[in-house]
């Protein structure tokens, strides 16, 4: 899956890893975040590009700070596969192949 911002290109996959990459300097990758311990099934990144979600196979969801190339954290979200993850204001929602959405809130 590829999610874009105004200068980066964010892609993520089976390989359970992500890539950050710079189109304007020549598809650079800035940074790359192997903390997934199974395939990744959706990717969300925040309105003003410097946060990126990422839902793994094993229920796992993590935030990423794509400025600094680090993770932030993670959450236990579902019990099966994160297959979307969406923010709207102060809210995320993370929804699974176990049938649950789970709504968080941003403080």
């Not at 990717?43 to 990423?64: E, Q, W, Y």
Request: hydrophobic share 40%.
């Amino acid at each position: 899956m590829i999610e874009t911002t105004d200068n980066l290109v964010v892609t993520a996959g089976a390989d359970s890893q992500i890539h950050v990459m710079e189109p304007r300097m020549s598809w650079k990758v800035r940074s790359s975040f192997t903390d997934h311990r199974d395939f990744i099934y959706s990717l969300h990144i925040v309105p003003n590009g410097s946060i990126a979600f990422s839902g793994g196979g094993d229920g796992m969801l993590l935030a990423h700070d794509l400025d600094q190339g680090r993770l932030l954290y993670g959450l236990g979200a579902n019990q099966a596969a994160v297959r979307c993850i969406g923010t709207s204001g102060d809210r995320m929602v993370a929804a699974g192949d176990d049938g649950n959405a789970i709504v968080y809130e941003f403080s």
